[in-house]
């Protein structure tokens, strides 16, 4: 059973009073809030490796490159992903949205065929919808 308590634990800006009462965050589609491990692991980077992946052959690239491929060999293997080369790095749910609209709605989604997404969904994840139905010509 997840203990509630100890996750909110884990992120220190949860630890605060707004209008007098204990923050509650729920805008998690615009901004996630870090948990301290990855506060940290953000904060050491910049401290000791920060440079551009895949782009020098200098030791700090080399880390930075490492520690990146890393991540994605971890993310690969919690996905059960056949390769790295699956995973895909974004710098958030509306770039996402947009690379899936873009990839797989414009190689399998034709003329004649409809889109369907709830009446709740976020703007993020409704205007690419909109712009693929445009570019495919559907209803």
Request: negative net charge.
């Amino acid at each position: 059973m997840i203990d509630a308590q100890k996750v909110k634990q884990a992120f220190p800006i949860l630890d605060q009073l707004v209008n007098d009462e204990p923050l509650i965050y729920l805008d998690n589609a615009a901004t996630t809030q870090k948990p301290e491990a990855v506060l940290q692991a953000i904060t050491d980077y910049y401290h000791q490796d920060n440079a551009n992946v895949h782009r020098g052959v200098h030791t700090l690239a080399e880390r930075a490159t490492h520690s990146y491929e890393g991540a994605r060999e971890k993310v690969r293997c919690f996905i059960h992903a056949n390769e790295t080369a699956e995973v895909l790095f974004t710098r958030g749910t509306t770039t996402g949205l947009n690379w899936v609209s873009r990839s797989y709605g414009d190689r399998f989604v034709n003329e004649g065929d409809e889109i369907v997404i709830s009446y709740m969904e976020h703007h993020s994840n409704i205007i690419p919808w909109q712009q693929l139905a445009a570019r495919k010509k559907l209803p």
